[in-house]
């Protein structure tokens, strides 16, 4: 199978994007509203915004997985990093190494963006995902909090 990695958002339509969005939030027992989907989708469209996409492929144009991320400003570093907002590689399609060349996808874009590092969180629960970072980047001792407004 042949898998392609892309970065332009104007490749896929809406629809596409959004059945595979929906696998990924039932996977991790999400929901979002059709306006926050659709936002989503806006933000995704429009250059100036802080989020972009990568997808993986297949030749039927059939997308096999994703990643979300976003520039970040770092404070400590007095500079912008990169933050991996997530990642999902639908079940069936895993273990062809997309995940390894979507990951290698965003670090030319973080070299091209002059971004030291990327950071992501991880749900503590999903071993899989965790076994699979430990092989390429380092785990932090830090908690995420969340603050309800």
Do not use: Q
Request: proline content about 2%.
């Amino acid at each position: 199978m042949l898998i392609k990695i892309i970065d332009k958002i104007e490749y896929i339509e809406y629809k596409n994007w959004k059945l595979h969005y929906i696998k990924y939030l039932k996977f991790n027992k999400n929901i979002i509203k059709e306006k926050n989907l659709k936002n989503l989708w806006k933000w995704l469209n429009d250059k100036d915004h802080a989020s972009s996409l990568i997808i993986a492929i297949n030749n039927k144009k059939e997308i096999l997985g994703h990643i979300h991320y976003k520039i970040s400003p770092n404070p400590v570093r007095g500079k912008d990093i990169g933050f991996l907002d997530d990642i999902f590689i639908i079940p069936k399609y895993r273990n062809l190494g997309i995940a390894k060349k979507m990951i290698n996808h965003l670090k030319k874009i973080g070299k091209r963006k002059k971004w030291d590092i990327i950071r992501w969180h991880c749900d503590i629960e999903n071993e899989i995902a965790i076994n699979y970072y430990r092989k390429f980047s380092n785990k932090k001792n830090w908690y995420t909090f969340e603050l309800k407004i």
